[in-house]
């Protein structure tokens, strides 16, 4: 059997009023690729936190830039790809330290791509300075 491809698009302005109609977007992906309610807000979470990293971090709250959001699903797999155009920044510069520490710390920053990664199966990150920033998160589907 051929595996049939969708592709779902979302381009938004880059602003925090935007994040709750980016989170409806990919609940109602994430139940249309057959993901469970549990997965869903799994994935749901890890857009959220992506697109608030763009707003905050690459754009710093310009309105005026745009935040893309593309899902693309076959039976195997669920891709989110977050692509912006702000400032990039290399994940290997993130320190690898304990998260409970940090916590009790009450250390800020650096924990959004490693609450990413644990909730999604795979997770890549490239960037082309000065011209795209993008991320792109891989849920495998169980059916």
């Not at 977050?82 to 710390?105: H, M, Y």
């Not at 849920?139 to 059916?143: M, P, S």
């Given at each position: 059997?051929?595996?049939?491809?969708?592709?779902?698009?979302?381009?938004?302005?880059?602003?925090?009023?935007?994040?709750?109609?980016?989170?409806?977007?990919?609940?109602?992906?994430?139940?249309?690729?057959g993901l469970d309610d549990t997965e869903v807000a799994k994935l749901e979470l890890a857009v959220d936190e992506a697109c608030a990293n763009?707003?905050?971090?690459?754009?710093?709250?310009?309105?005026?830039?745009?935040?893309?959001?593309?899902?693309?699903?076959?039976?195997?797999?669920?891709?989110?790809?977050?692509?912006?155009?702000?400032?990039?920044?290399?994940?290997?510069?993130?320190?690898?330290?304990?998260?409970?520490?940090?916590?009790?710390?009450?250390?800020?920053?650096?924990?959004?791509?490693?609450?990413?990664?644990?909730l999604m199966d795979e997770v890549h990150y490239d960037v082309e300075p000065g011209k795209k920033n993008e991320l792109r998160m891989v849920?495998?589907?169980?059916?």
């Open positions: 059997m051929v595996a049939f491809e969708q592709t779902f698009a979302l381009n938004v302005p880059s602003s925090t009023g935007n994040l709750a109609l980016i989170r409806d977007f990919v609940t109602r992906i994430g139940s249309q690729a763009v707003i905050e971090h690459a754009y710093e709250h310009d309105a005026t830039k745009q935040v893309l959001i593309r899902a693309i699903f076959d039976e195997e797999t669920l891709r989110i790809e977050v692509v912006d155009t702000g400032k990039g920044f290399d994940p290997n510069s993130i320190p690898e330290e304990d998260i409970r520490r940090l916590a009790a710390e009450r250390k800020t920053g650096g924990l959004g791509l490693r609450l990413i990664k644990s849920k495998r589907l169980r059916k």
